[in-house]
């Protein structure tokens, strides 16, 4: 049975650093072959809307943010992002980078309950 991570991203783009981060764990921890799962809540949901603020999230020395989430994408890693705070933030699902998904505190209790570890940024 594969090992498998939850991370939780709460900040959003106006702390570069908080939201990239979350995506190298993630990229690094599906090169290991670890199932890995980013819950995108608050202020996070903002860096999943297309053509939205993914675009300037370059931290310094680390990988653009819209790079790193292309390559976590392609390597099955899942997005989740919490329904009130899109709906709270005015995002339609049209909205929304194709590979996320909408799930409510259900969700994301079951994904932390079934993972060995979760972080949270």
């Known amino acids: 049975m594969k090992e498998k991570l939850v991370i939780i991203v709460t900040n959003g783009p106006d702390n570069q ?3 990239t981060l979350p995506f190298v764990m993630a990229t690094a921890a599906l ?25 300037n999230v370059k931290a310094p020395g680390l990988m653009p943010l819209k790079e790193l989430m292309g390559i976590f994408l392609e390597n099955g890693g899942k997005l989740l992002l ?40």
Request: glycine share 8%; hydrophobic share 45%; aromatic share 2%.
């Open 17 to 19: 650093e908080k939201v």
């Open 31 to 55: 090169t290991m072959d670890v199932e890995v799962t980013v819950i995108l809540q608050a202020a996070g949901v903002l860096i999943a809307k297309k053509g939205g603020c993914i675009e």
């Open 82 to 121: 919490c329904t009130p705070c899109v709906k709270e933030r005015g995002i339609a699902e049209n909205e929304l980078i194709e590979g996320s998904q909408l799930i409510a505190a259900g969700t994301v209790i079951s994904e932390s309950l079934s993972a060995k570890a979760v972080l949270t940024y």
